[in-house]
Every structure is written in structure tokens, then in C-alpha cells.
């Protein structure tokens, strides 16, 4: 199958996940490992930038997918799953965040890679400084803008999608979107870094 070729080659359709999920419901006991090896990583880091701890949001990604198991006529088929599953995703840590009413300064550790050349070295170096400013700088602001920013920035989403996983709509969207990147910015400046 077509599908199972984009799958293979990491090119996923936008409604790759909801054609494995119909398989997955249709009995095909692969497919939901599919969805899994899809939407896992993706779902961890995003729920990690709003619950700042690395173990609950491994707990709250496979809440996800067990929801999906177990309530499996709650998605249903309206946007792509990859959309649902980082709202369902959102609103846990929002609950999670409630429930333990405080914030991790937990990081999450990062592998060093081996550069030998100095010039790339140096651009790694640079780039990876300015990556690690503006993680900061998002742990900094609203929690709400920050989560707006990752959603369109990091993981690609349509204003649209974005507003349905963050349940807003898209006059709110946008006022979220322009504070985000102000906050984001004057953050950033304070930590003397300039425009990325």
C-alpha cells in the first residue's frame, strides 16, 4: 500500500494517522504501532515544554495513546490525528500542571555529537547557544505563549489545527501568537541575544 511506503520513508501524509487508525479499528493490530512510532517523540517534547518534566510527559504521551485504545470513538476523524493527539496531549498537561501546582527545572539532557572541523564546530557551538536562549527565554513567558509558539513554529501546525489544540479561536489565536512572539523577544533580549 501507498501508505505503507510514505511510513517507511518518513514522509508522512497529513492524513497518514487517521488512515493507520481506521486500519488499527478495522483490526489490523500493526497499525496502531505505527501510530505509536510516529507521534511518540513528538508528543513527549511537546508535552515536556509545558510540564518541564521529562518523566510526566513520557506518562502523560502514553496516557494519550492508551485513551485513544480505550475511548476510540472520542476521535472522530474531523482533523488529522496528529492534531488530536496533541490537543488531548495539551489538556492533560494543563491538568497535570494543575494537579501538582508547580514547575520542574528539570532539563532534559542532550547528547554531545563529535565535529572535527573548528568552523563547524564554531556554527554548532553558535547555533546551539542561540537553541538553548530561546528554550530559556520559553520557559520564561506566559505558558500559554510558549505553547502557541511550539505548536507553529516547531511542529508546524496550521493556525487552524493550532486552534484546536489550544481551544481557542483564531482572534484569540493570533493575540496569543503576537504577545508570544513579543514576550518571546524581550525575553530573549534580556538574555542579550538578539533577533533569530
Known sequence: MPEDENINTGAISCDAGADLYRRWLGGDGTAFDKIIEIYHDALIFF?????KNFAD???????VFAD???HPKRYSFGCSLKTYLFSVARNKAVDRIRHRRRFSDEDINES??????????????????KAKAV???LKEINPEYASVLRLTY??????????????????QMANLLYRGKES????LEGKGVESI
Request: glycine fraction near 6%; hydrophobic fraction near 45%; proline fraction near 0%.
Open 112 to 129: 554531545a555529537e563529535s565535529i572535527s572541523d573548528g568552523k563547524l564546530l564554531e556554527d554548532k557551538l553558535i547555533a546551539d547557544e
Open 135 to 137: 528554550r530559556d527565554a
Open 184 to 187: 518571546l523577544r524581550k525575553a
Open 68 to 70: 485513544l485504545i480505550v
Open 154 to 171: 516547531f511542529y508546524g501546525f496550521s493556525g487552524d489545527e493550532v486552534c484546536f489544540i489550544m481551544n481557542k479561536n483564531k482572534k
Open 47 to 51: 508535552v515536556y515544554g509545558t510540564v
Open 57 to 63: 510527559a513520557e506518562d502523560i504521551a502514553a496516557d
